[in-house]
C-alpha cells in the first residue's frame, strides 16, 4: 500500500461574500481508511466536499487528488472520486440495472460485468431489475453507492450517507463501507451527524468548527483521552457503606451516586487495587467494576462546547 495520501488538503480556504466558510483547511487522508467529517450545523462539512469534488471554488489553497490539483487538473483528479452528495439522483422509473447502464454510458470503460460486479458487491443481485420506484431508502442509498463505484475509483465520498436510514440499514452500509476498504482498497471519506455510528464506522475523524479544524486523530484516540483522570463505575452493596469508606480514601478526586448500588469513582488506575482491598476488607460486596470510556459524542460535546441540539 502506498504511503502517498488518496487526498491532501493544503490551507484551503473559502470566502463567501465577507464569510470565510471553511479557514486554513489543511490534512491528509491515506489509502484504505474510512475518514469521518463531525460538525455542527454550519461547521463546513458539506461546503468541504463540495471543494473536494468540484462543485465549488476553493478561494485559496489547493486540494489534490493522487497528486492531481482538483482545480488546474479537474479530469485527472475526479476520474479517481466517486460520490454521492445529498441524496444519490436516480431514474426512478427504471430498473435499478437499467440507472446504472445508463450512467455507464456517460463513462469511458465500464463493462457489462463491472455493472454486474459492483451490483454483487452492494448485495442487490434479487432487485437490481426492479424498478427504482420500489426500492426501500436504503436500497437508493446502495444503488448510488454502486454507481459511484462503477469506474474503479480510488476515493468514495458519502455527504450524509445514513440519512433516513433505519437501524438495520445504517449497520447495512457500514459492514458495506469496511468491506469495501478491504476488498478492494477503497478511501472513503463520510460526513455524517450520527455520532455513535461514525464511531463504529470511521478509523479517524476530523472535527471542523466554525470552518477550522479543531482536531483530527485516529477515532479511539478521541474516546482514551490520557490527560483525563478516568472513572470507574462500581456495583456494589450495601451502598451507603462503599460511600463511607471510598470518602475517607485518599487519590479519590470525584465520587457520585448513580443509582441504588451504583457508583462512579473518579481516580487514578494505580488507587484501584487498594480501592477494591478496601472495600472487600470492610465485607462489602463487590458485583462489578468498569472503566467508563467517554463516548465519541461526549468528546465532541466537550470539544465543540456544542449542545446536544445542536449537532448536526
Known amino acids: 500500500m502506498s504511503n502517498e495520501p488518496i487526498i491532501r488538503l493544503q490551507n484551503v480556504t473559502k470566502v463567501i461574500g465577507r464569510t470565510t466558510v471553511i479557514d486554513d483547511l489543511t490534512f491528509d487522508v491515506p489509502q484504505g481508511e474510512i475518514f469521518g467529517f463531525l460538525g455542527p450545523n454550519g461547521a463546513g462539512k458539506t461546503t468541504t466536499i463540495r471543494m473536494i469534488v468540484g462543485l465549488m471554488s476553493t478561494t485559496k489553497g489547493q486540494i489534490l487528488i493522487k497528486g492531481k490539483n482538483i482545480k488546474s487538473e479537474f479530469e485527472q483528479a475526479i476520474r479517481h472520486v466517486g460520490a454521492i452528495v445529498e441524496n444519490p439522483e436516480m431514474y426512478k422509473y427504471l430498473s435499478g440495472y437499467l440507472n446504472l447502464v445508463h450512467y455507464a454510458r456517460m463513462v469511458s470503460g465500464v463493462t457489462k460485468e463491472r455493472i454486474d460486479e459492483v451490483v454483487k458487491l452492494v448485495r442487490l443481485e434479487d432487485r437490481i431489475h ?118 475517607q480514601m485518599e487519590g479519590i478526586q470525584e465520587i ?40 465519541l459524542e461526549d468528546r465532541f460535546l466537550q470539544i465543540t462546547g456544542t449542545r446536544r441540539e445542536q449537532i448536526g
Request: glycine residues 6%; proline residues 4%; charged residues 25%.
Open 130 to 247: 426492479d424498478k427504482v420506484k420500489k426500492y426501500s431508502l436504503g436500497m437508493r442509498q446502495r444503488l448510488g453507492v454502486a454507481q459511484a463505484l462503477l469506474h474503479r475509483p480510488s476515493l468514495l465520498i458519502l455527504d450524509e450517507p445514513t440519512n433516513g436510514l433505519d437501524p438495520a440499514g445504517i449497520r447495512e452500509l457500514r459492514d458495506y463501507l469496511r468491506q469495501l476498504t478491504r476488498s478492494e482498497g477503497i478511501t472513503v471519506i463520510v460526513s455524517s451527524h450520527l455520532l455513535s455510528e461514525m464511531e463504529l464506522m470511521c478509523d479517524r475523524v476530523a472535527i471542523l468548527q466554525h470552518g477550522r479544524l479543531i482536531d483530527v486523530k485516529p477515532t479511539h484516540h478521541f474516546t482514551q483521552d490520557s490527560e483525563q483522570v478516568p472513572t470507574y463505575r462500581i456495583e456494589a452493596q450495601p451502598i451507603e457503606q462503599a460511600l463511607d469508606v471510598l470518602g
Open 256 to 295: 457520585e451516586l448513580l443509582e441504588e448500588g451504583v457508583i462512579e469513582v473518579m481516580t487514578d488506575r494505580e488507587h484501584v487495587p487498594d480501592m477494591l482491598a478496601a472495600l472487600m476488607q470492610q465485607r462489602i460486596r463487590i458485583y462489578g467494576v468498569q472503566l467508563v470510556r467517554l463516548s
